[in-house]
Protein backbone atom coordinates (compact mmCIF):
# COMPACT_ATOMS: atom_id res chain seq x y z
CA UNK A 1 0.00 0.00 0.00
CA UNK A 2 1.05 3.33 -0.89
CA UNK A 3 1.91 5.17 2.89
CA UNK A 4 2.22 9.37 2.51
CA UNK A 5 3.65 10.22 6.42
CA UNK A 6 3.21 13.46 7.31
CA UNK A 7 5.40 13.17 10.92
CA UNK A 8 3.53 16.03 12.79
CA UNK A 9 -0.11 14.85 13.77
CA UNK A 10 -0.46 18.21 16.37
CA UNK A 11 1.60 21.40 16.58
CA UNK A 12 0.80 24.52 18.89
CA UNK A 13 3.25 27.41 17.51
CA UNK A 14 3.17 30.76 18.73
CA UNK A 15 2.79 33.83 16.00
CA UNK A 16 5.85 34.61 14.26
CA UNK A 17 7.34 31.43 14.38
CA UNK A 18 9.24 30.08 11.55
CA UNK A 19 7.23 25.94 10.82
CA UNK A 20 8.45 23.24 9.05
CA UNK A 21 5.70 20.63 8.41
CA UNK A 22 7.29 17.54 6.83
CA UNK A 23 6.01 14.78 4.40
CA UNK A 24 7.09 11.64 3.42
CA UNK A 25 5.97 9.56 0.28
CA UNK A 26 7.31 5.43 -0.35
CA UNK A 27 6.24 5.20 -3.59
CA UNK A 28 8.34 7.10 -5.86
CA UNK A 29 5.88 9.40 -6.88
CA UNK A 30 7.33 12.64 -9.16
CA UNK A 31 4.22 14.66 -7.57
CA UNK A 32 3.84 15.93 -4.49
CA UNK A 33 1.05 18.35 -2.84
CA UNK A 34 0.03 20.30 0.27
CA UNK A 35 -3.65 21.23 0.83
CA UNK A 36 -5.07 23.17 3.32
CA UNK A 37 -8.11 21.89 4.92
CA UNK A 38 -10.97 24.42 6.55
CA UNK A 39 -14.58 23.89 7.79
CA UNK A 40 -16.98 25.10 5.01
CA UNK A 41 -14.30 25.75 2.36
CA UNK A 42 -12.88 21.84 1.47
CA UNK A 43 -9.32 21.49 0.57
CA UNK A 44 -7.30 24.23 -1.07
CA UNK A 45 -4.28 23.44 -3.14
CA UNK A 46 -1.00 25.47 -1.79
CA UNK A 47 1.65 23.93 -3.16
CA UNK A 48 2.55 21.44 -5.68
CA UNK A 49 6.10 19.80 -6.79
CA UNK A 50 6.46 17.58 -10.07
CA UNK A 51 9.80 16.42 -9.38
CA UNK A 52 12.67 17.49 -7.39
CA UNK A 53 13.78 20.78 -6.49
CA UNK A 54 10.63 22.03 -8.77
CA UNK A 55 7.46 24.18 -7.12
CA UNK A 56 4.49 25.38 -8.40
CA UNK A 57 2.05 27.56 -6.73
CA UNK A 58 -1.34 26.52 -5.86
CA UNK A 59 -4.24 28.77 -5.54
CA UNK A 60 -3.72 30.04 -1.77
CA UNK A 61 0.41 29.88 -1.88
CA UNK A 62 0.70 33.30 0.37
CA UNK A 63 2.45 32.94 3.25
CA UNK A 64 3.79 29.76 2.14
CA UNK A 65 6.92 27.99 1.16
CA UNK A 66 8.06 24.54 0.21
CA UNK A 67 11.13 22.05 -0.24
CA UNK A 68 11.74 19.20 -2.00
CA UNK A 69 15.47 18.33 -1.77
CA UNK A 70 14.46 14.84 -2.44
CA UNK A 71 11.95 12.92 -4.54
CA UNK A 72 10.21 11.42 -1.55
CA UNK A 73 10.18 14.30 1.11
CA UNK A 74 8.20 17.55 0.36
CA UNK A 75 8.17 20.47 3.09
CA UNK A 76 5.93 22.62 3.36
CA UNK A 77 7.42 25.91 5.81
CA UNK A 78 5.33 28.73 6.95
CA UNK A 79 8.23 31.73 7.56
CA UNK A 80 6.22 33.20 10.04
CA UNK A 81 3.10 31.69 11.58
CA UNK A 82 -0.03 33.87 11.76
CA UNK A 83 -2.82 32.76 13.84
CA UNK A 84 -5.09 32.79 10.44
CA UNK A 85 -2.91 29.76 9.41
CA UNK A 86 -4.42 27.78 11.94
CA UNK A 87 -5.56 24.62 10.12
CA UNK A 88 -5.34 21.09 9.03
CA UNK A 89 -2.51 20.41 6.61
CA UNK A 90 -3.13 17.49 4.33
CA UNK A 91 0.08 15.92 2.55
CA UNK A 92 -0.81 14.08 -0.73
CA UNK A 93 1.80 12.40 -3.29
CA UNK A 94 0.65 10.65 -6.95
CA UNK A 95 2.30 9.27 -9.88
CA UNK A 96 2.69 11.46 -13.43
CA UNK A 97 -0.34 12.16 -15.46
CA UNK A 98 -3.38 13.65 -14.92
CA UNK A 99 -6.14 11.30 -13.09
CA UNK A 100 -3.59 9.06 -11.19
CA UNK A 101 -4.73 8.51 -7.91
CA UNK A 102 -3.83 10.79 -5.57
CA UNK A 103 -2.63 9.47 -1.89
CA UNK A 104 -3.13 11.70 1.06
CA UNK A 105 -1.45 11.84 4.23
CA UNK A 106 -3.36 11.79 7.59
CA UNK A 107 -2.90 15.69 7.85
CA UNK A 108 -1.27 17.73 10.33
CA UNK A 109 -3.63 19.76 12.79
CA UNK A 110 -1.56 23.21 13.08
CA UNK A 111 -2.30 25.62 16.08
CA UNK A 112 -0.92 28.93 15.92
CA UNK A 113 -1.62 31.31 18.83
CA UNK B 1 -10.70 27.80 -14.35
CA UNK B 2 -12.16 24.44 -13.12
CA UNK B 3 -14.53 24.14 -10.44
CA UNK B 4 -16.89 21.75 -7.90
CA UNK B 5 -20.35 22.62 -6.38
CA UNK B 6 -21.38 19.96 -3.77
CA UNK B 7 -24.80 21.69 -3.10
CA UNK B 8 -25.91 19.82 0.30
CA UNK B 9 -23.37 20.95 2.87
CA UNK B 10 -24.84 18.13 5.46
CA UNK B 11 -27.45 15.10 5.01
CA UNK B 12 -28.62 12.98 7.18
CA UNK B 13 -30.37 9.49 6.27
CA UNK B 14 -31.24 6.48 8.61
CA UNK B 15 -29.30 3.41 8.28
CA UNK B 16 -30.26 1.37 5.99
CA UNK B 17 -32.06 3.61 3.33
CA UNK B 18 -30.16 4.70 0.31
CA UNK B 19 -27.69 7.65 -0.13
CA UNK B 20 -27.16 10.14 -3.07
CA UNK B 21 -24.43 12.68 -2.57
CA UNK B 22 -24.78 15.52 -5.22
CA UNK B 23 -21.70 17.23 -7.29
CA UNK B 24 -21.66 19.56 -10.36
CA UNK B 25 -18.65 20.45 -12.04
CA UNK B 26 -17.26 22.96 -14.04
CA UNK B 27 -14.10 22.03 -16.85
CA UNK B 28 -13.72 23.12 -20.28
CA UNK B 29 -12.85 19.83 -21.39
CA UNK B 30 -13.64 15.88 -20.72
CA UNK B 31 -13.45 15.76 -17.07
CA UNK B 32 -11.47 13.38 -14.66
CA UNK B 33 -13.60 12.95 -11.70
CA UNK B 34 -12.78 11.38 -8.20
CA UNK B 35 -14.68 10.93 -4.98
CA UNK B 36 -12.89 11.08 -1.64
CA UNK B 37 -14.47 9.57 1.96
CA UNK B 38 -12.43 11.47 4.92
CA UNK B 39 -13.73 9.68 8.39
CA UNK B 40 -13.06 12.07 11.55
CA UNK B 41 -9.57 13.15 12.27
CA UNK B 42 -8.34 11.11 9.15
CA UNK B 43 -7.05 11.44 5.52
CA UNK B 44 -8.70 10.97 2.32
CA UNK B 45 -9.37 8.42 0.80
CA UNK B 46 -10.28 7.48 -2.59
CA UNK B 47 -14.11 5.60 -3.06
CA UNK B 48 -13.76 6.04 -7.00
CA UNK B 49 -12.71 8.21 -10.39
CA UNK B 50 -14.09 8.83 -13.83
CA UNK B 51 -12.00 9.08 -16.92
CA UNK B 52 -14.01 7.80 -19.87
CA UNK B 53 -16.23 4.91 -21.14
CA UNK B 54 -18.70 3.88 -19.18
CA UNK B 55 -20.61 6.07 -17.40
CA UNK B 56 -21.61 4.32 -14.23
CA UNK B 57 -18.51 3.73 -11.80
CA UNK B 58 -18.22 1.17 -9.29
CA UNK B 59 -16.04 1.74 -6.30
CA UNK B 60 -15.12 0.71 -2.94
CA UNK B 61 -17.33 0.15 -0.10
CA UNK B 62 -20.67 -0.61 -2.25
CA UNK B 63 -20.77 3.23 -3.51
CA UNK B 64 -20.81 4.06 -7.35
CA UNK B 65 -21.38 7.48 -9.33
CA UNK B 66 -22.63 8.24 -12.84
CA UNK B 67 -21.00 10.63 -15.23
CA UNK B 68 -23.73 12.83 -16.79
CA UNK B 69 -22.15 15.13 -19.12
CA UNK B 70 -25.40 17.00 -20.11
CA UNK B 71 -26.07 17.61 -16.55
CA UNK B 72 -22.08 18.20 -15.68
CA UNK B 73 -22.68 16.04 -12.30
CA UNK B 74 -21.30 13.10 -11.34
CA UNK B 75 -23.37 11.65 -8.17
CA UNK B 76 -22.20 9.61 -5.54
CA UNK B 77 -24.67 6.48 -4.61
CA UNK B 78 -24.95 3.87 -2.23
CA UNK B 79 -28.49 1.44 -1.91
CA UNK B 80 -27.87 1.26 1.72
CA UNK B 81 -25.88 2.82 4.08
CA UNK B 82 -24.23 1.70 7.04
CA UNK B 83 -23.21 3.46 10.15
CA UNK B 84 -19.73 3.34 9.41
CA UNK B 85 -20.60 5.48 6.24
CA UNK B 86 -20.94 8.39 8.47
CA UNK B 87 -18.10 10.70 7.42
CA UNK B 88 -17.12 14.00 4.83
CA UNK B 89 -17.17 13.34 1.55
CA UNK B 90 -15.50 15.51 -1.23
CA UNK B 91 -16.07 15.44 -4.53
CA UNK B 92 -12.77 16.73 -7.25
CA UNK B 93 -12.00 17.62 -10.78
CA UNK B 94 -8.30 17.57 -12.01
CA UNK B 95 -7.25 20.68 -12.31
CA UNK B 96 -6.98 22.25 -15.94
CA UNK B 97 -3.97 23.39 -17.93
CA UNK B 98 -1.77 20.35 -17.58
CA UNK B 99 -0.32 20.19 -14.48
CA UNK B 100 -1.47 17.36 -11.90
CA UNK B 101 -3.41 17.60 -8.75
CA UNK B 102 -6.68 18.48 -7.82
CA UNK B 103 -9.69 20.99 -7.44
CA UNK B 104 -12.43 20.03 -4.62
CA UNK B 105 -15.25 20.63 -3.65
CA UNK B 106 -16.46 22.18 -0.08
CA UNK B 107 -17.64 18.72 1.27
CA UNK B 108 -20.56 16.73 2.29
CA UNK B 109 -20.90 16.02 5.98
CA UNK B 110 -22.89 12.53 5.96
CA UNK B 111 -24.89 11.94 9.08
CA UNK B 112 -26.70 8.50 9.57
CA UNK B 113 -29.29 8.12 11.92
CA UNK B 114 -30.06 4.69 13.53
Known amino acids: DVKVTQSSRYLVKRTGEKVFLECVQD?????MFWYRQDPGLGLRLIYF???????EKGDIPEGYSVSREKKERFSLILESASTNQTSMYLC????????????FGEGSWLTVV | AQSVTQPDIHITVSEGASLELRCNYS??????LFWYVQSPGQGLQLLLK??????LVQGIKGFEAEFKRSQSSFNLRKPSVHWSDAAEYFC????????????FGKGTHLIIQP
Open chain 2, 50 to 55: YFSGDT
Open chain 2, 92 to 103: AVVREGGADGLT
Open chain 1, 49 to 55: SYDVKMK
Open chain 1, 27 to 31: MDHEN
Open chain 1, 92 to 103: ASSATGSGNTIY
Open chain 2, 27 to 32: YGATPY
